[in-house]
């Protein structure tokens, strides 16, 4: 969500009369997020975690995903721009968590694949060739009919 989006002024009378209802505004506008508040807390809730879940806890995780994701990204900008990349590829999210102490517990448990850039490997392929010998013959025969 953008900010504007957050920032709307609701308050213009001192006491809100009671048919006039205020813009409706997401938990994350009211918490200054930008992941979704509610799409967490409906995953805890459907997620049979716990029993009780109270209405701060999604707000809190929602506030250490975004923290994490913010801080992973900043990290690996970095690292692409030492690069002399202007993009973020999977190497560099890789290798800001292998270089981070911090985030190597954090995501101690997590199998993540090594990104190499594997070579593809062509088939071999029965019109391997052909294309551009066959359309020159062609060329040609016309060339050489039309001469004739």
Do not use: W
């Amino acid at each position: 969500m953008s900010d504007s989006q957050c920032d709307m002024d609701s308050s213009d009378e001192a006491e809100p009369s009671p048919r006039k209802r205020r813009p409706k505004t997401s938990r994350s506008c009211r918490a200054g997020l930008i992941f979704p508040v509610g799409r967490i807390d409906r995953f805890l809730r459907a997620g049979d975690y716990a029993e009780r879940i109270g209405s701060g806890a999604s707000v809190y995780m929602a506030a250490v995903l975004q923290y994490l994701t913010y801080d992973i990204v900043d990290i690996a900008g970095n690292i692409a721009a030492n690069d002399h990349r202007r993009r973020i590829a999977p190497r560099h999210l890789l290798e800001t968590i292998h270089c981070d102490s911090e985030l190597q517990q954090v995501f101690g448990g997590a199998i993540l694949p090594p990104q190499g850039r594997a070579k593809k490997q062509s088939a071999p392929s029965s019109r391997r060739g052909k294309g551009k010998k066959m359309a020159h013959s062609v060329r040609r025969r016309r060339n050489s009919v039309v001469a004739a």
